[in-house]
Structures are given as C-alpha cells and as structure tokens.
C-alpha cells in the first residue's frame, strides 16, 4: 500500500530563515505529486505539484520543491519564510498505476514562522 | 476558478440524529468527488470517494451504512452521517476533481459536533 511520510511534525522558525520540509513515499511506480498548504481556519489549497519533466518545480508564493526518484522524495523548500507562511503543510501522492484520482496524504508539518 | 464549496460550515447535532453536508463544485464539473476526514491537528484521511451516478468507493474501515455518500449530479455530492454519535465529532472535508486531471480542489470544510 502507498505511504507518505512527513518527518517533520512541527518547525519554528525565525523570518528569513530558510525552509525545507521532507517528504517521503513508498511506491516504486509513477506517481503524482502535490505540496498542499492549509492556513489557520481556511481550506488546503495547492502550492505546486509534479506529475512529469523537470524534477525541480516551482509553486505559488515563492515555494519549489524537488523529485529525487531514487530517494522516493520530494521535498519543499522556500529560501526566505515570512510570518504570513505559518500554516499546516501536507504532502501528497497519487499513483497513476492504480487508475484513480485518490490521494495520500503525509501526517502534515506545523510551521510557525515567529517574526 | 475551481471553487468548491460546502454547506453548512459547521453543525452541531444532538446524538443519535442524522445530518447532512452538501459538496458543490461551482465552476467545474467534478466527474469525482471525494470525503476526508481531519482530526485536531491530524493528516486528512480518506473516507470515500464518489463518482457521478454510481455508489461510492469506501476505504477500509469505514462504515458505508453510517456514511451515506450520494453523488446524483457533476456538481453536486452529498455526506450523510446516519445515526450520530459523539465520536463522529470532526472536520470533514469534500474536494472535486476534473477525471484524468489528478488534481483536487478542495472545500472549506464542515465542522460537526455531536452532543
């Protein structure tokens, strides 16, 4: 069975500092891959997703994040936080293979962006 | 575009009643629709997912007979939660996808307590 795994629970950080958030995956077929972010009271919306080309994308808001197929990863990173980035990020995985939109979801990573 | 909303954004129920919340699509036809659930500071989980005409896909371990999924219209699905008891006390969410397009949009969210 497909498994998203987020190892990050909960990161404080200070504005400016420099974000990376881990996301790892457990199938070794094609997949789709989705960065969600739910800000405090508001409903997940999409920062940037993968399904082919350029391993690097790059999302809304000034986040990318990285597809390493061999690392089963895909990891966000965003160079600079501001306050206004502390929410609840969620990591998501389709497999194509299995003919369906369903998506897994990872735990989530807390971020709290102190200014 | 690709806004999905939900009704009503929060319920409080006495136990042992019933209740309903509706999932629309407002700018998009959602050949699928999907339910999650989300607890306190916890991952969605997939309860269901639904596509139009036809009866619901339940994951495992949850109970289609408490959960009543109908999903009569493109833009339209409904969550009925039969015979309501404390524990079914959450935030449930809906979302809609294009089929073929992988990518999901979601709704606000319905907070329902059970008293």
């Known amino acids: 069975a497909q498994s998203v795994s987020q190892h990050n629970h909960h990161v404080i950080l200070s504005e400016a500092a420099s974000l990376e958030l881990g996301c790892n995956y457990s199938?070794?077929?094609?997949?789709?891959l989705f960065w969600y972010v739910q800000y405090p009271g508001q409903h997940l919306q999409l920062l940037l997703k993968?399904?082919?080309?350029?391993?690097l994308v790059k999302g809304i808001k000034g986040f990318e994040a990285e597809f390493i197929k061999s690392k089963f990863s895909f990891n966000l990173r965003k160079p600079s936080v501001q306050w206004s980035d502390t929410a609840e990020y969620f990591c998501a995985v389709n497999a194509r293979a299995f003919g369906t939109d369903k998506l897994i979801f990872g735990t989530g990573t807390r971020l709290q962006v102190f200014p | 575009g690709a806004v999905v909303s939900q009704h009503p954004s929060w319920v409080i129920c006495k136990s042992g009643t019933s209740v309903k919340i509706e999932c629309r699509s407002l700018d998009f036809q959602a050949t699928t629709m999907f339910w999650y659930r989300q607890f306190p500071k916890q991952s969605l989980m997939l309860m269901a997912t639904s596509n139009e005409g036809s009866k619901a896909t339940y994951e495992q371990g949850v109970e289609k007979d408490k959960f009543l999924i109908n999903h009569a219209s493109l833009t339209l699905s409904t969550l009925t939660v039969t015979s309501a008891h404390p524990e079914d006390s959450s935030f449930y969410i809906c979302?809609?996808?294009?089929?073929?397009?992988?990518?999901?949009?979601f709704g606000p969210g319905t907070r329902l307590t059970v008293t």
């Open positions: 993968y399904f082919s080309g350029d391993p």
């Open positions: 199938y070794g077929g094609t997949v789709n």
């Open positions: 979302s809609a996808a294009l089929w073929g397009t992988y990518e999901q949009y």
